[in-house]
């Protein structure tokens, strides 16, 4: 019986020790970061449509083209900034989920240039030039594993998801375009318009550290990359002006609005293929177009854990 209940005591005063020894050795269960970013674009395609103009850069002498390349990029470039809350299940073993606002750099996405304005195939060519910007919000579910605190580092990787959950693609145009045909007079011409995404998802990697500067804070910084591409739903011009006036209110409800289609048909409010023409009083209906958002960062930030 003696040697029962000391068997039991023992085995109570391991037990003891043990959960001392997880629970000085147990991670903090609740962590926040906010860090801020810049991402370079890795990879390029080929710019979209823009208003009818082929992604493309040309340039005109004399009537007579004499040089034209595609415009190619990614709106992977540019800033971003965010907010992540993170729990740890185990020593190993954690989840994040971030909320961040990207703003991406400007992108050339069609030009022409020429020194005179003139009509080639029934259309006028004219000098213009198109710049498009990203700004989104995005939610980034991630799963989060540690791989061990030296010397006050903790390296981590981890592997998630992007979820745009609000934003739009920017296209401002700026051109001097023909009034008339023979002798034209000109005008110029500013317009902004904005494309609406459809719902889409991505995919990020990032390895990190963190630093402990002290009980609760530490200094991290993550090297992520990401790859998703944004699919053009709706357009709508919000801002047209002539030679610096407003001129919106002179602008058809086809002019304004697109609505972006896998396919045209004869059934669709577009020229190309409508045998009746465009109908005005409605949205124009024009091919989808895709945006690619591929970028490799640097995140550096502070970590806060409870």
């Known amino acids: 019986m003696k040697k029962n209940l000391f068997l039991l005591g023992l085995l109570v005063c391991s037990m003891a020790t043990v959960a001392q020894t997880e629970k000085a050795d147990k991670p903090e269960s609740w962590y926040f970061k906010l860090g801020g970013s810049y991402f370079n674009q890795t990879a390029s395609t080929e710019f979209p449509t823009v208003g009818g103009n082929p992604a493309l ?147 990020s990697a990032a390895l990190g550290t963190s630093y402990k500067l002290g009980k609760h804070i530490s200094a991290f910084a993550e090297l992520e990359y990401r790859n998703f591409t944004v699919h053009g739903k709706t357009k709508e011009t919000t801002e047209f002006k002539m030679n610096g006036q407003d001129a919106l209110g002179s602008r058809t409800t086809a002019q304004i609005h697109t609505n972006y289609r896998d396919g045209l048909d004869v059934n669709s409010n577009n020229a190309a293929t409508n045998p009746n023409g465009v109908d005005s009083t409605k949205p124009m209906d024009e091919l989808s177009s895709y945006v690619g958002i591929s970028g490799l960062g640097l995140t550096l930030g502070i970590k806060y854990s409870l």
């Not at 990029?73 to 971003?80: A, I, N, T, V």
């Not at 213009?128 to 580092?153: C, H, R």
């Not at 401002?172 to 034209?184: E, F, K, R, S």
Request: charged fraction near 15%; aromatic fraction near 10%.
């Open 57 to 203: 850069d040309r340039t005109y002498v004399g009537g007579k083209l004499v040089s034209e390349k595609s415009v190619t990029g990614s709106f992977g470039q540019g800033f971003r900034t965010g907010l992540t809350a993170g729990y740890r299940f185990s020593t190993r073993l954690g989840v994040e989920l971030g909320i961040n606002y990207y703003n991406s750099n400007d992108k050339k996405m069609a030009q022409t240039t020429t020194d005179a304005i003139f009509v080639s195939g029934g259309k006028p060519v004219y000098n213009f030039k198109s710049v498009g910007q990203i700004t989104a919000f995005d939610l980034a579910p991630a799963l989060v594993m540690f791989l061990g605190e030296a010397n006050g580092f903790e390296p981590y990787t981890k592997v998630g998801v992007l979820v745009p959950i609000h934003g739009d693609l920017e296209i401002t145009t700026d051109a001097i375009v023909p009034t008339g045909v023979a002798n034209p007079a000109t005008a110029a011409v500013h317009s902004v318009d904005k494309v609406k995404p459809n719902p889409t998802i991505g995919f």
